[in-house]
Nanobody
Framework: QVQLVESGGGLVHTGGSLRLSCVAS????????MAWFRQAPGNEREFVAI????????TYSDSVKGRFTISRDNAKNTVYLQMNSLKPEDTAVYYC????????????????WGQGTQVTVSS
């Protein structure tokens, strides 16, 4: 039912910035809890950040806290991930996901996923 499409990935040097976007269609965006996950080749998919329906509650993984910012614009059906001070260990495919109910770090609690956007940080 709900389609998620990520964009904004690319190649950047250590210390650089990227802004990822995820646009949702086919549902009521303001009713969704939205999150970002990431996965490097050979690694498990890991939680990055989550934002509740109104944007008033936000949680980050320890590895990105202070560097990444999640936000949403319900009028545009879009969730964003602003990534600053990027490190090589941030290199991964970044996925957005939605939950209709759970404010959770667990993949099993998210019902829809995008196809991902590649972020590569050199050095």
């Amino acid at each position: 039912q709900v389609q998620l499409v990520e964009s904004g990935g690319g190649l950047v040097h250590t210390g650089g910035s990227l802004r990822l976007s995820c646009v949702a269609s086919g549902g009521t965006f303001s009713s969704y809890i939205m999150a970002w996950f990431r996965q490097a080749p050979g690694n498990e998919r890991e939680f990055v950040a989550i934002i509740n329906r109104s944007g008033g509650s936000i949680t980050y993984s320890d590895s990105v806290k202070g560097r990444f910012t999640i936000s949403r614009d319900n009028a545009k059906n879009t969730v964003y991930l602003q990534m600053n001070s990027l490190k090589p260990e941030d290199t991964a495919v970044y996925y957005c996901a939605l939950s209709t109910y759970y404010y959770s770090r667990q993949m099993r609690d998210f019902g829809s996923w995008g196809q991902g956007t590649q972020v590569t940080v050199s050095s």
